[in-house]
């Protein structure tokens, strides 16, 4: 049996907030109750809806407006009414593999709902569980109380033997089915079956203002009246052992579920959090590499303006022939080492263009895209005992929880995930004519202001002094010129990993805190396993 308590606590303390609230509104409405709820399931076209018409008809009940009867998805919500002593819920049809959001929702209500109720009613056609029958299969393992699980099959008038003309073919096509469904869910002979054609031949077709005359005719062989006896001796006395067995049921399906969000939250952190970790480790060498290619130029560029002044200096080249010399010296220094820039630049877009191309790129572009959002997404509404809606909260919880952290004080924080404008991917601040141009003539002038002097700075002791400062003031011009296409480089780094690495820390962090809540409910699954039928009713 699972522990309750724990798994309320375990709840309370999942990574972006607690659930139990929203689970404990649903238990305590439906544990309030003071009659038994009968709750009928069963695939959208099974004849729920007209089982239960059938059901109030018969005890002399009006059928209330929102029952329809139909074989389309006409039920959409979970609705219930007295009949006898107990309160019976119809509930939407599940419509396993469905990939409309309209249908998806119809399951988790009817999921939702069985989840809360004391007496389960399965509805099944002639042809028994086809495409639904894992999902009825683990709903039957969830430690029903001997009695309060229940099959119909219904619809029987339609299994291909007419009970007008050969009365006793369908008697024996019913036990036929009753024996494939024991053998199809290894039921035994303490678990109701009832076989019905609660609408033989569609006499009352969609009609809802109906008398229990509709279906006189029939009554001799349609096994309504023993569906109808039975649902009427269900018993308020057995309430207390029933709602303690819904209870151990609804906390398990709460705990399952939430488990498996979890995990599903976990696998999709965690490949988001490899996404950060990635940039952050390419921000990390590319940073290195544009370092090593800086530190590369500014080195050659000390030594290479300093021989461009010695070689001036000592051959007295005039002032057009140093401009030229300096400007071709200068302009292949600046071609060399901007094509190792191009080159990292190039390697930086191709690796950008290779990595968005990969399918766990989507998850986290689509993660950014949430946390730059002004609102969440709203978490669709589900019906009563809505478990699987609460459970589609804990995407919500997690966004929420980044969000927050996001905005807090901290080194990765930014108020939200980075959006750095990209700057131009190849693009020169200036040309290298233009940068060597400038650069040239101011070199060539100094020079010349030197020569004019030379020789007060032949005599001079402090003409090195001069010259060095020459030499400085050189190289720093160069550098101003070389700088622009460095940092244009730094900011593509930067704007192509400012995503990642802004989350990378709160995304590790959150990552572990779903490896300890995953491994924490599993632990409190594994305590907690009921077998079918355990217990008498």
């Known amino acids: ?97 469905a990939s409309d959001i309209r249908a998806q929702n119809n399951s988790r209500r009817a999921m939702a709902a069985v989840g809360l109720t004391d007496v389960g009613i399965a509805v099944l056609t002639p042809q028994l569980a086809t495409a639904e029958r894992d999902v009825l299969q683990k709903l039957f393992t969830q430690g029903w109380p001997v009695g309060t699980m229940w099959f ?24 036929r089915k009753v024996r494939e469904l024991q053998e199809l869910f290894e039921l035994d002979d303490r678990t109701p079956i009832f076989v019905v054609s609660q609408d033989p031949f569609q006499t009352a077709g969609p009609d809802t203002d109906l008398s229990r005359e509709t279906w006189d005719d029939f009554r001799g062989w349609d096994g309504m009246r023993d569906l109808a006896d039975a649902v009427v001796a269900v018993s308020p006395s057995a309430l207390p052992g029933w709602r303690h067995a819904a209870g151990q049921r609804y906390w398990t399906a709460v705990l399952d579920e939430t488990v498996t969000e979890l995990r599903r ?9 490899e996404v950060a970790a990635n940039g952050v480790a390419r921000r990390d060498a590319w940073e290195s590499e544009l370092n090593t290619l800086d530190r590369a130029a500014q080195a050659s ?12 200096w000592e051959a007295g080249s005039g002032t057009d022939e140093l401009q030229a010399e300096i400007r071709r010296t200068l302009d292949e220094w600046f071609t060399k080492h901007e094509v190792r820039l191009q080159r990292l630049q190039q390697s930086i877009r191709k690796t950008r263009e290779r990595e968005r191309a990969r399918p766990s790129w989507a998850g986290f572009a689509s993660l950014v895209a ?31 929880m980044l969000k927050a952290a996001n905005k807090a004080p901290g080194p990765t924080a930014g108020g939200k995930a980075s959006s750095t404008k990209a700057p131009r991917d190849l693009g020169r601040h200036i040309g290298i004519a233009e940068a060597a141009l400038p650069l ?36 720093q011009h160069a550098h101003d010129a070389w700088k622009p296409f460095v940092d244009d480089v ?22 572990e805190q779903l490896q300890v809540a995953v491994a924490e409910g599993e632990r409190l699954l594994r305590g907690g396993t009921v077998p079918l039928l355990e217990t008498e009713a």
């Not at 939250?265 to 959090?273: E, F, G, H, I």
């Not at 303006?305 to 010695?310: D, F, N, Q, S, T």
């Open 1 to 97: 049996m699972v522990d309750i308590g724990a798994v309320r606590d375990w709840l309370a303390r999942l990574p972006g907030g607690s659930l139990v609230g929203q689970y404990v509104d649903d238990w305590d409405a439906f544990e309030k109750l003071d009659r038994p709820v009968v709750t009928l399931f069963g695939s959208y076209d099974t004849g729920k809806s007209s089982l239960l018409r059938r059901l109030l008809v018969d005890s002399g009940r009006d059928v209330p407006g929102w029952l329809t009867i139909s074989a389309r998805h006409e039920t959409f919500e979970v609705n219930d009414v007295e009949v006898g002593g107990c309160l019976i819920r119809d509930t939407p049809g599940f419509a396993v593999g």
């Open 152 to 175: 119909v099959i219904s619809r029987f008038d339609e299994a291909g033997v007419d009970p007008e003309y050969d009365l006793a073919e369908y008697r024996e096509l019913s036990d």
């Open 301 to 312: 560029l000390d030594g290479l303006v300093e021989e461009v002044m010695r070689q001036s």
């Open 370 to 400: 949430t946390l730059r959002a002004e609102e969440d997404a709203s978490a669709t509404p589900a019906g009563p005992g809505a478990a699987p809606g609460h459970v589609e909260t804990v995407g919500t919880m997690l966004i929420g």
């Open 490 to 511: 730094r900011t593509t780094i930067v704007a192509e990993t400012s995503d990642q690495v802004d989350l990378d820390k709160n995304l590790r962090q959150l990552v």
């Open 265 to 273: 939250q976990l696998s999709d952190y965690t490949a988001r959090a």
């Open 440 to 475: 040239a003539v101011y070199l060539a002038k100094v020079i010349d202001e030197q020569r004019a002097d030379r020789a007060r700075l032949n005599q001079d002791k402090t003409a090195a002094e001069k010259r060095q400062q020459v030499v400085t003031e050189c190289t």
